[in-house]
């Protein structure tokens, strides 16, 4: 089955870095898509950034264009996400999602979502 799980999280301080793991089972990341999301408390889920085996795409949204950077290690069969200069308001529950590659990333119809880790950016 489509598994995924999150790792990485933790407690930074502004400006900081910190990357996430999100480590496919039972498929293999360069064959479908994959999109890092984030909830902070009493704010709906937002896409952060993905990336998809379809004509190799990648997305960001604009709150974190130029900070952050989405991976794909085949060989460890993991997609990673870097995250750079980061601010109080990224402050929340990172999760990963497959999908199929049917379209470009940020479109995807995600169905299969790790638990989330926790990412927390205090001084």
């Known amino acids: 089955q489509v598994q ?34 984030r909830q902070a408390p009493g704010a709906e889920r937002e896409g952060v950034s993905c990336i998809s085996s379809r004509d190799d795409n990648s997305w960001y949204a604009d709150s974190v264009k130029g900070r952050f950077n989405i991976s794909r290690d085949n060989a460890k069969n993991t997609v990673y996400l870097q995250m750079n200069s980061l601010k109080a308001e990224d ?9 199929p590659p049917i379209t470009t990333c940020e479109a995807v119809p995600y169905a299969s979502w790790g638990q989330g880790t926790q990412v927390t950016i205090s001084a």
């Open 91 to 99: 402050t929340a529950v990172y999760s990963c999602a497959a999908g």
């Open 4 to 37: 995924v799980v999150e790792s990485g999280g933790g407690l930074v301080q502004p400006g900081g870095s910190l990357r996430l793991s999100c480590a496919a089972s039972g498929f293999t990341v360069d064959h479908f898509a994959i999109g890092w999301f």
